[in-house]
């Protein structure tokens, strides 16, 4: 597998939706590095944990395509919000289908990618997904999860960022985050894109998909990087997120 001529496919692809428009251009080249730093993520994984070698290499090119539903989803309805237009997991399969992508991969493994790449942003994975899928959909969570704590992080420290469409629109505000998200982080649940209403619920999910990375090294590539210490630092500064910060820590420490 030519792994550069993926890259080359890809870019076309996203680069095929600019246009031209600074403001929108801005969302479609998000994506693209996104997805690239994704990809470095994918790799940085299964070189340092058991993948064997040829899942190792459909992980990876499936961390390269997994948010190409992005491309369509912002061209046809301006937003990244699935919940106000399509799950781009889907558009990402369906993209891939209508695609002219490099023929180095078999058909059977293109069904794995888009399996894992309609997989890459769903709420649970059955526990039945096993095998060289359930690796390739692992890898590419975790890989995922790393950068958009980058990305979101970048954005909210950045605190005159006009770009909304980052962190969904939401509510900017110091001090403000929802009960339900801060207890259900605290409790170990899954939370929902559609339950957040301030930008400090962004951080809160974040801070709970710690628990949910699937390999050692992708806690240490977060630690590493300074995202879980960074988190903190731009919640508010009251007991009930010095309790979480104090619970991550162990978890991450273990
Ligand atoms: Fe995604």
């Not at 961390?63 to 106000?84: E, M, N, V």
């Not at 369906?94 to 790449?117: K, Q, Y």
């Not at 409790?187 to 809160?204: A, H, K, V």
Request: proline share 3%; charged share 30%.
């Amino acid at each position: 597998m030519d792994l550069d001529r993926h890259i080359t496919a890809f870019t076309d692809f996203a680069d095929g939706h600019l246009t031209g428009e600074k403001s929108r251009d801005y969302y479609i080249l998000l994506k693209r590095e996104h997805s690239l730093r994704v990809l470095d993520n994918g790799r940085e994984i299964v070189e340092n944990e058991t993948v064997p070698a040829h899942e190792a290499e459909l992980a990876i090119l499936a961390s390269l395509y997994h948010d190409i539903g992005r491309f369509p989803q912002f061209a046809r309805y301006g937003t990244y919000k699935d919940a106000d237009s399509l799950n781009h997991g889907r558009m990402g399969v369906l993209a891939m289908r209508t695609l002219d992508l490099p023929d180095d991969v078999a058909e059977a493994e293109w069904r794995l990618i888009r399996a894992t790449v309609g997989l890459h942003n769903a709420k649970s994975i059955n526990p039945a997904t096993r095998g060289c899928l359930r690796t390739m959909v692992n890898v590419v969570r975790d890989a995922d999860k790393i950068d958009i704590f980058n990305v979101i992080l970048d954005h909210l420290g950045d605190r005159d960022n006009p770009r909304k469409e980052v962190i969904l629109s939401l509510e900017e505000h110091p001090t403000r985050y929802s009960g339900h998200v801060y207890e259900a982080v605290l409790s170990g649940l899954p939370c929902d894109y559609r339950t957040l209403r301030y930008s400090n619920d962004f951080i809160l999910m974040l801070i709970g998909w710690i628990r949910d990375l699937s390999y050692e090294t992708s806690k240490t590539l977060l630690y590493r990087r300074g995202l879980v210490d960074k988190a903190f630092f731009l919640l508010p500064a009251d007991d009930r997120i010095k309790a979480l910060e104090d619970r991550a820590h162990a978890y991450l420490s273990a």
